[in-house]
């Protein structure tokens, strides 16, 4: 039961979820607690995790109402921690705890990375994706403080604030380069056929031409 429970909140965590894994970074993240965030494929790449947890880079996916759906799902968990608690042993809610706290402090955390460093890893990213991400990192630091206000600090998580040392030091490096993510897969431009040419309306007729000279120079009316 408690494994059924924890998978449940540990998957909720990455339901709708928008990211993105920079390639110089990849290697290192797979050694760390976020290995296989996105498969290889899908590094340089902004993209979405739904509410199936499937991946999509499509742009019609990255919208601030659906992310805002992250909250209910944050709720669920808060509730399925209370009835936990009700129904397992002390040990048994501990152990829970401190496993979904060290996934929660670990997301909350690249969150925080992933906004704060948009602009050294995404080329000139438009104002809605970063809003998107400013929005993510909200969400997670509300429900990370709801958790600590309810059941205080679950344990100190030595494993992020080693995975953030090695991450800054590696940043911090003057060989250190970001491959800048590919935003969205550019769109191939759409070739217009050639309008046919309007043939010009001719400003004056030949027949207007002889009448005008006959009316002004030999003053005949035509």
């Not at 040990?91 to 996934?103: I, T």
């Not at 992933?114 to 050294?120: L, P, Q, S, Y």
């Not at 509300?142 to 600090?153: F, P, Q, T």
Request: charged share 30%; proline share 5%.
């Amino acid at each position: 039961m408690t494994n059924s429970i924890f998978e449940t909140i540990k998957n909720n965590i990455t339901r709708l979820f928008i990211f993105y894994v920079p390639e110089i970074l990849y290697d290192f993240i797979q050694d760390s607690i976020y290995r296989d965030i996105v498969p290889k494929q899908d590094i340089n790449t902004v993209a979405f995790m739904d509410r199936d947890r499937k991946t999509s880079v499509a742009p019609a996916r990255f919208q601030k109402y659906t992310l805002l759906e992250k909250s209910s799902i944050f709720e669920e968990n808060i509730f399925a921690l209370l009835d936990a608690k009700e129904t397992l042993s002390k040990a048994q809610f501990e152990h829970l705890l401190k496993k979904y706290w060290e996934h929660l402090d670990s997301y909350t955390t690249l969150s925080q990375w992933m906004h704060d460093n948009i602009h050294e890893c995404i080329h000139l990213p438009s104002e809605s994706i970063v809003e998107l991400f400013a929005i993510q990192k909200q969400l997670f630091e509300n429900h990370r403080n709801l958790v600590i206000e309810k059941y205080g600090n679950p344990i100190s998580n030595e494993r992020i604030r080693l995975f953030k040392e090695r991450m800054e030091k590696q940043m911090d490096s003057p060989n250190f380069k970001v491959t800048v993510p590919i935003l969205l897969a550019p769109t191939p431009p759409i070739k217009k056929s050639p309008e046919p040419r309007k043939k010009k309306k001719e400003l004056i007729t030949d027949e207007e031409v002889d009448k005008m000279l006959l009316e002004t120079v030999f003053n005949v009316l035509y």
